[in-house]
T-cell receptor
Framework: NAGVMQNPRHLVRRRGQEARLRCSPM?????VYWYRQLPEEGLKFMVY????????ESGMPKERFSAEFPKEGPSILRIQQVVRGDSAAYFC????????????FGPGTRLTVT | LAKTTQPISMDSYEGQEVNITCSHN???????ITWYQQFPSQGPRFIIQ???TKVTNEVASLFIPADRKSSTLSLPRVSLSDTAVYYC?????????????FGAGTRLAVHP
């Protein structure tokens, strides 16, 4: 059973471009969380999704950021018109059920905005 | 969610036992205590979870006193590969989804 997969592992974008981060949860997991980690800081919650539904996006900036988890395919975190402050590691986690603190994290995507 | 306080950093040597204490004075009745480990350039990994007294698994032990206002993660005989950041999280497990709230964690450095 493969773990949570994220791609790309590293992404370099110039200011103003779009970044698309993909996350494939573990098999059988229908709950997906996205977190962001700035350098030398702890992880910050961004958004929680179930299949085809955004349940909680309270941690995601209102502008430029969006997330989806379609019926088929991976979850996508999309950042439009990236700025230098978006440079961070973005982690996706999945869980088989809703009410658990045991989430399985992917290796992350390191976004660098030049 | 209960606020947690843990040391910013700790140093140890190979073969020693390491105890990392987390304070959570306003822990609620329904709250559980969960610890995650994060190696450099990797995502966090669930280590252990407990509600009261003692929990042990193949990786660590978790000690929780009767008042539950603190907890101690114990790593027996650490090795260089245990160098990581350790996060203590406190919150209710049941009744809804759980967006994990990570603090700064404790940066453990194991030396030869």
């Amino acid at each position: 059973n493969a773990g949570v997969m994220q791609n790309p592992r590293h992404l370099v974008r110039r200011r103003g471009q779009e970044a698309r981060l993909r996350c494939s949860p573990m098999k059988g997991h229908s709950h997906v969380y996205w977190y962001r980690q700035l350098p030398e800081e702890g992880l910050k919650f961004m958004v929680y999704l179930q299949k085809e539904n955004i349940i909680d996006e309270s941690g995601m900036p209102k502008e430029r950021f969006s997330a989806e988890f379609p019926k088929e395919g991976p979850s996508i975190l999309r950042i439009q018109q990236v700025v230098r402050g978006d440079s961070a590691a973005y982690f996706c986690a999945s869980s088989p059920q809703m009410d658990t603190y045991e989430q399985y994290f992917g290796p992350g995507t390191r976004l660098t905005v030049t | 969610l209960a606020k947690t306080t843990q040391p910013i950093s700790m140093d140890s040597y190979e073969g020693q036992e390491v105890n990392i204490t987390c304070s959570h004075n306003n822990i609620a009745t329904n709250d559980y205590i969960t610890w995650y480990q994060q190696f450099p350039s990797q995502g966090p990994r669930f280590i252990i979870q407990g509600y009261k007294t003692k929990v042990t698994n193949e990786v660590a032990s978790l000690f929780i006193p009767a008042d539950r206002k603190s907890s101690t993660l114990s790593l027996p005989r650490v090795s260089l590969s245990d160098t990581a950041v350790y996060y203590c999280l406190v919150g209710a497990v049941s009744g809804g989804y759980n967006k994990l709230i990570f603090g700064a964690g404790t940066r453990l450095a194991v030396h030869p």
